[in-house]
C-alpha cells in the first residue's frame, strides 16, 4: 500500500510538470494547444518505446485500452487549452471534480468497498480545493475546458484501475500515449509551427514528465482499489502551487494556505485510516 502511495505522489507532481512547460510553450513560444498537445503523447510515445516487450503489442486489441486514449486525448487537449487562458492553480481547482468522479463510478461500477470515514476524507479534500480556487470560480472558456478535462479524467482513472488486471503497467502506458498520439495527429498537423524546434528542451519536458507521470499513476492502480488512491490525486494541485510560485511567480494567500492543509489532512488520513 505504502509504495502505491509514493508512486501516486511522484505521479502526480510530474504531471502538472508537464502542463506547467505546455502553458510556457503556448504563452511565450507561441504553439498552439493542439500541437503542444500531440507533442506532448509523441515524445512520451518515443521516449517509452524502447521499453516496451514485444508481447505488450496485444494490448491494441483491448477496447478498454482504445477507450482510455481517447479519454486521455479529450483530457489533455482540454487542459492545455485551459492552462494557456488561466492560471495553472485555478485550473487544476476545477480539474479536480476528476477524482469525485472516479470515485463514484468506482464503488458503482467496479464494487470497490467504500466507507462514510474514506467518503469524509474525499470530501474535506475538495473543500480545501474550493478554498485554493475561490477567486477563480467565475465562468470562463479556459475554466470550462479545465471542468471538461477533469470529467474525462475522472473516467480514465477508473478505466485505469479496470485495465490494470487486464494488461502489464508498460503496455497500458505506450498503449494510452500512442492511441492519443494518433488521435491528436490532424489536428497537430493544421496547427503546424514554422519554427519547430524553436524550443526543443521545453517540448521534451513536457512530453517527458507527463509520460512519466502517467506510468506512477498506473504503477500505483495496479496496487491498490481506485476508491484507496483518489484522495491521493489532490497531490496534483500541490505541485501545480509550486510550480506556478516558482514559474509564474503566483502564490496562494491565506484562504488558499486553509486549502492545502485540507489537501495534506485528506491524503495523509486516508492513508492511514487503512493502516
Same mark, same amino acid.
Given at each position: ?118 467518503? *469524509? !476524507? %474525499? =470530501? ?6 474550493? $478554498?485554493?480556487?475561490?477567486? #477563480? ?5 479556459? +475554466? ?33 500515449l500512442l492511441i ?15 519554427h519547430l524546434l ?10 517527458a514528465a507527463s ?28 505541485? *501545480? !502551487? %509550486? =510550480? ?6 503566483? $502564490?496562494?494567500?491565506?484562504? #488558499? ?5 485540507? +489537501? ?12
Open positions: 500500500m505504502w509504495r502505491a502511495i509514493l508512486f501516486m505522489l511522484i505521479g502526480m507532481m510530474l504531471i502538472p510538470t508537464g502542463d506547467a512547460a505546455s502553458k510556457l510553450l503556448s504563452n511565450t513560444h507561441g504553439y498552439h494547444p493542439f500541437f503542444v498537445t500531440w507533442a506532448r503523447f509523441a515524445v512520451g510515445s518515443l521516449l517509452v518505446l524502447p521499453f516496451i516487450p514485444r508481447g505488450c503489442f496485444s494490448v491494441f486489441r483491448n477496447p478498454v485500452a482504445w477507450f482510455r486514449g481517447l479519454l486521455l486525448a479529450i483530457g489533455i487537449i482540454a487542459i492545455t487549452f485551459a492552462v494557456a487562458l488561466e492560471d495553472l492553480a485555478d485550473v487544476f481547482a476545477v480539474f479536480f471534480i476528476g477524482p469525485i468522479i472516479s470515485y463514484i463510478l468506482a464503488v458503482i461500477f467496479l464494487r470497490e468497498p467504500v466507507t462514510l470515514p474514506r467518503s *469524509a !476524507l %474525499l =470530501l474535506l479534500g475538495f473543500t480545501g480545493i474550493l $478554498l485554493i480556487a475561490r477567486p #477563480g470560480f467565475g465562468f470562463s472558456i479556459g +475554466l470550462a475546458c479545465a471542468l471538461l478535462a477533469g470529467c474525462a479524467y475522472g473516467i480514465f482513472l477508473t478505466l485505469s484501475r479496470l485495465a490494470a488486471g487486464q494488461e502489464e503497467p508498460k503496455a497500458l502506458l505506450f498503449s494510452q492519443a498520439t494518433i488521435l491528436c495527429t490532424p489536428m497537430a498537423l493544421v496547427y503546424w509551427p514554422e524553436a524550443s526543443p528542451v521545453m517540448l521534451t519536458i513536457s512530453g509520460m512519466l507521470g502517467n506510468m506512477f499513476l498506473i504503477l500505483a492502480y495496479g496496487r491498490a482499489p481506485a476508491t484507496r488512491m483518489a484522495p491521493f490525486v489532490y497531490f496534483q494541485l500541490v505541485g *501545480a !502551487l %509550486l =510550480l506556478g510560485w516558482g514559474i509564474f511567480g503566483t $502564490l496562494p494567500d491565506m484562504w #488558499g494556505l486553509a486549502g492545502l492543509a485540507l +489537501l495534506m489532512i485528506s491524503g495523509f488520513g486516508s492513508a492511514f485510516l487503512r493502516r
